[in-house]
């Protein structure tokens, strides 16, 4: 049980009993599954108030037994004792209540949240009301001439009255601890009971929005596809502004701005007469003279010609398709693949774009030479080579033809020495780019790894090792930026060669001529037994 949840019950049955609400007390204590010793001795004392002097007794054996030094809890159970007349138990109760007390005259029990002190008196006038029970009254007048010697406050005349009582051979009454004495919580506890907000209110919602800059503070509102503009107050509805005439960025940071096209004014003129605008989902700057206060109303109204103008939201859930190509008769003539091809892994196309962005040597033949393989790709025998390198190129070959002939091939194409190149293919299903393990060995042909009389390949330029021993090879599974001079960077597939081992979470590797250290947990291997030639 939680003790927030203890102290609450806690405090709630004690305000019962302060209500004089006894009933409610118990039902409150009853309700805590783990009680203390405090509140066992709090339900003894509803019970006694109630006469039930059973349930009282048993509350009082459990909270003894959680607390075998409480020498109220024995003073207490032994008044109960008397009134169900088990007499040898009460004197008892009274023998270790005296010994609990440790010598002292009085213990005050409000440090532990009950106002009331018990006095050594006390119990050895319990002592001696036990001994008129049995009918011992000289022992019983020897107890009580032991506790008039005795010093100690709140005694009063009790002591004189009860010798007098004891000549006459007079039952003495059980001194009890008052009932609306019991234990209480500290205040400091129960203060902490109520929920404070330490935080407050939220006030300020952070964009989500990529590359959002903005700067102000806005409530958050339903974003819808399209553009985000940043909401202005009436009086500033003349940020909105129009081109006067075409602008041609000069520097950089500004904008290519056709004349009549709407901006939002997002920043004020600075030193050199330009202003910071919004314009088409793009931040930029703009000379401050070129633009007007544009017709808000117009271009409110006409809704259906507005030209964007925010920031971009990030995308929808459905990804954009790829528009159909309309060909011209005097464009080139293009590759094009009869069936479908498994395409590469997001990381790969983002890092390796299929768009050209180094032409072959000699395009015009490039460009024929594709052609004449794809083809050659549809005869029978043959397989279709599609390469993805700084730029893609495809090949036809036959299905019987070594990896090292379609490496040196593939090097003639390229204009870039066979023994710097590295071939890499993805199995069936895999996202990880694997490196050619049959290259130097004979008898291993393209057909292991073309499907459908297709094979899709990855080229990757690297530089020879000097006297550097590859214990394996990797695939990077991540992008990794170099935080330092002595990192490796690389782009996910990645291969690299692991040189050694640092620790347990550092390798040392070399890719694209680079060599350096990287997180073992950026790459993967399936077959730590990829490569394991002494030199490259």
Not at 11 to 29: C, F, R
Not at 97 to 109: C, E, F, L, P
Not at 214 to 223: D, I, T, Y
Not at 418 to 428: I, N, P, W
Request: glycine share 8%; hydrophobic share 40%; proline share 7%.
């Amino acid at each position: 049980m939680l003790y927030t949840e203890l102290l609450r019950l806690w405090d709630e049955a004690v305000q019962a009993v302060d209500a004089k609400d006894w009933h409610g007390a118990l039902s409150k204590l009853e309700e805590i599954s783990e009680p203390t010793s405090r509140i066992l001795f709090n339900a003894a004392s509803a019970h006694l108030v109630l006469g039930q002097l059973a349930l009282a007794l048993k509350a009082l054996d459990l909270a003894i037994a959680k607390d075998a030094r409480l020498a109220v809890g024995f003073f207490q159970r032994a008044a109960v004792m008397m009134q169900i007349d088990r007499l040898e138990e009460a004197l008892s109760d009274c023998i270790w209540a005296q010994k609990h007390m440790r010598g002292n005259m009085v213990i005050d029990y409000r440090q532990l949240g009950l106002r009331f002190k018990l006095y050594s008196w006390q119990v050895l006038y319990n002592a001696a009301a036990v001994y008129c029970r049995m009918g011992l009254w000289e022992q019983a007048k020897e107890v009580l001439l032991t506790a008039s010697q005795e010093r100690g406050g709140s005694r009063g005349g009790n002591i004189e009255v009860a010798l007098d009582s004891v000549l006459r051979e007079e039952v003495l009454a059980p001194l009890l601890v008052p009932e609306d004495v019991v234990f209480r919580p500290r205040k400091q506890d129960v203060e902490q009971l109520q929920q404070r907000d330490f935080l407050g209110k939220s006030k300020v919602i952070t964009s989500m929005i990529p590359n959002d800059d903005f700067g102000g503070f806005e409530p958050l509102r339903l974003q819808k596809p399209g553009f985000y503009e940043p909401k202005v107050d009436g009086a500033q509805d003349s940020r909105y502004m129009r081109m006067r005439i075409p602008y041609m960025a000069q520097g950089p940071g500004q904008l290519t701005v056709p004349g009549g096209a709407t901006v939002f004014l997002f920043g004020e003129e600075d030193r050199d007469g330009m202003a910071t605008v919004i314009y088409d989902g793009q931040r930029g700057l703009l000379p401050i003279s070129l633009l007007e206060p544009a017709d808000v109303k117009m271009f409110k109204g006409k809704k259906e010609n507005r030209v964007p103008s925010g920031i971009p939201l990030p995308p929808g859930l459905k990804p954009p398709t790829r528009p159909d190509a309309q060909h011209s008769p005097a464009a080139p003539p293009r590759v094009h693949f009869t069936s479908d091809t498994p395409p590469p892994s997001y990381a790969t196309a983002t890092h390796a774009p299929l768009a050209a962005s180094e032409p072959p040597k000699d395009p015009a033949n490039a460009v024929s030479d594709q052609h004449d393989g794809v083809v050659q790709g549809a005869e029978a025998g043959s397989v279709v080579v599609k390469v993805h390198y700084t730029y893609t190129l495809a090949l036809s070959v036959p299905l019987d033809t070594p990896y090292h002939e379609v490496k040196e091939r593939i090097a003639q194409k390229l204009g870039q020495p066979a023994s710097q190149l590295r071939l890499r293919h993805k199995q069936h299903g895999s996202r990880v780019l694997i490196p050619l393990g049959g290259e130097v060995e004979p008898g291993r042909t393209v057909q292991e790894v073309a499907e459908a009389g297709r094979a899709t390949l990855w080229c990757q330029t690297e530089d020879p090792l000097a006297n550097r021993p590859i214990l394996y090879q990797m695939v990077a599974l991540y992008d990794y930026n170099a935080q330092g001079t002595e990192d490796l960077e690389f782009s996910e597939g990645d291969t690299i060669d692991i040189l050694g081992e640092v620790n347990e979470e550092w390798l040392e590797g070399h890719c694209a001529g680079n060599i350096g250290i990287f997180p073992s947990c950026f790459a993967y291997s399936e077959n730590a037994n990829i490569t394991q030639s002494p030199e490259l």
